[in-house]
């Protein structure tokens, strides 16, 4: 289950996976800052 | 400002942050992106240095580093005034800085507690600091391996966090 997060996949290795899904964390935190405190 | 202002005591906390931080996260991403890697790749006679050696020095700092990260970043966060907002997200502040330190010092807190609470006592067990049957140690490898990982992903959204706070200013 959390293989492409560990060994990545057959197309691509794990760093590709890790870090757009610390991007996609990312752009969910910004419209979280924007929800919470938003003017 | 002064030499002994609480500026400049503020200041000198913000750079051990910031110190202890690299310390932590630098050996976080030796770990992922190039120890573990590596691993399968050196001959087994040579694999006792690393897993010997150089592992438990790395590990070493690596969790210190976390444990004075959090607490600096806490004792920042008090000097600048805005810990109970931060911690509260700040929810109610209409303060966007808040949100984003918020967010970003909860994600290194739940960051820190893998590193005490999972990675370093599964990782006890894989360099047999512990005792553990083989299938123990295969299970642990997988478990500090995930948590570690987890880290990796989570610092993109916790940096931001730390730096995105002086851009809502």
Known sequence: MWDWLLKG???Y???AYTILAGLVLTVIEILLIHA???S | MELVSFEWWSMIVRWLHIFSGIMWIGHLYYFNFTQTPMMPKIPAEQRPAVTGFIAPTALFWFRWGA???IVFGLILAWMSGFLGQA???????HDKRFAAIGIGMW???IMFLNVWVIIWPNQKKILGLVTATPEERTRSARIAGLASRVNV???????Y???ANHFYA
Not at chain 2, 87 to 93: F, P, Q, T
Request: hydrophobic share 55%.
């Open chain 1, 9 to 11: 996949t057959g197309k």
């Open chain 1, 13 to 15: 290795g794990w760093p």
């Open chain 1, 36 to 38: 919470i405190a938003g």
């Open chain 2, 67 to 69: 444990a004075a990260t």
């Open chain 2, 87 to 93: 911690v509260a997200l700040g929810i109610g502040s």
């Open chain 2, 107 to 109: 994600l290194g807190f």
């Open chain 2, 153 to 159: 992903m989570l610092s993109i959204p916790m940096l």
């Open chain 2, 161 to 163: 966090g730390m730096v």
